[in-house]
């Protein structure tokens, strides 16, 4: 069964400071991978997808097939990017998607 | 275009009673999937319903139930309220087609008091 683990329920960085929320996934197949954003009193929503290989509010996220990771990372955090997030994977099963959440990290960028 | 709604927003009950919630997707998806967000154990995935049958569940017992029409909304029904159903009920919809990414949008989400 695929797995998906984000080992930090918290992160708080400096305002300036590098970030990378970590996450790190069980399958053994292609997998499809997902971070969602929660910021407060808004609903959960896309912020980027490994196959679009885009910058989202200046985060990206490298698929690593070897390392089963898929880490998201911005060089300069700003206040604005404190919220809780999902790493999330889709896979194919049984002809339909199947998707798993990770339990999210929140961050938390210090003025 | 019209976002995911869920009714109610919020929602306060007592042990061992019951309670359905209710998801309206996009226009024009066809998927859509609850989840359970709690600060403890995070997103857990609780049921997907595709074209009115359920594709899809979660680890959840069985007092956790749902169904979809064929209008694609949705209904998640708990019977038999424990303390420990008080989170926060998200729905999600999804397009599902040949070639899309699989990308979900969520709703507002549903909070559930049970005292």
């Known amino acids: 069964a695929q797995r998906v683990t984000q080992p930090e329920k918290l992160l708080s960085v400096f305002k300036g400071a590098p970030v990378e929320l970590k996450c790190n996934y069980s399958?053994?197949?292609?997998?499809?991978l997902f971070w969602y954003v929660q910021y407060s009193r808004q609903r959960l929503q896309l912020l980027l997808r490994?196959?679009s290989r885009e910058s989202i509010k200046g985060f990206t996220a490298d698929l690593n097939k070897g390392e089963t990771s898929f880490h998201l990372k911005k060089p300069f955090a700003q206040e604005e990017d404190s919220a809780m997030y999902y790493c999330?994977?889709?896979?194919?099963?049984?002809?339909?998607?199947?998707?798993?959440f990770g339990t999210g990290t929140k961050l938390q960028v210090i003025p | 275009k019209a976002g995911v709604t869920q009714t109610p927003r919020y929602l306060i009950k007592t042990r061992g009673q019951q309670v359905t919630l209710s998801c309206s997707p996009i226009?024009?998806?066809?998927?859509v999937s609850w989840y359970q967000q709690t600060p403890g154990q995070g997103l857990q995935f609780l049921f997907e319903y595709f074209s009115e049958t359920q594709r899809n569940k979660g680890n959840f017992p069985g007092r956790f139930s749902g169904r979809q029409f064929s209008n694609s909304r949705s209904e998640m029904n708990v019977s038999t309220l424990e303390l420990g159903d008080s989170a926060l009920y998200l729905c999600a919809s999804s397009k599902i087609l040949a070639g899309e990414s699989y990308e979900q949008y969520f709703g507002p989400g549903t909070r559930l008091t049970v005292t």
């Open positions: 226009s024009g998806h066809r998927s």
């Open positions: 999330a994977l889709s896979v194919n099963s049984g002809g339909y998607q199947k998707v798993t």
């Open positions: 490994h196959i």
């Open positions: 399958y053994s197949g292609s997998p499809e």
